[in-house]
């Protein structure tokens, strides 16, 4: 069975940094992209960024030029070092991958648990 395996997170003061990793674990044969979302309270979930396969990177607005995403393809895991944190950062964020079962034809979409990030002002 695959899975998302997040970790990272917490409490952060504004304008410092956080890393959030997710590993992808179980029995798959492939990896086509990696994302990450984020929910804060009341709100819909949005997207964060997004690395591909060939390793190509895009991110949302907001995030863009202070968010990193970085994948190790050997260790099935994508991260996201997020700097020069704001309070409009807080949110749930949640790990999201399209993999393809070692059990199955086709490519499947898989979600994290979500990981709480708080940035105080």
């Known amino acids: 069975q695959v899975q998302l395996v997040q970790s990272g997170g917490g409490l952060v003061q504004a304008g410092g940094s956080l890393r959030l990793s997710c590993a992808a674990s179980g029995s798959f044969a492939d990896i086509n992209a990696m994302y990450w979302f984020r929910q804060a309270p009341g709100k819909q979930r949005d997207w964060v960024a997004t690395?591909?396969?060939?390793?190509?990177?895009n991110y949302a607005s907001p995030v863009k030029g202070r968010f990193t995403i970085s994948g190790d393809n050997a260790k099935n895991t994508v991260s996201l070092q997020m700097n020069s944190l704001k309070p409009e950062d807080t949110a749930v964020y949640y790990c999201y991958a399209v993999i393809k079962p070692t059990s199955g034809d086709y490519y499947r979409n898989y979600w994290g648990r979500g990981t709480q990030v708080t940035v105080s002002t």
């Open positions: 690395i591909s396969s060939d390793t190509s990177t």
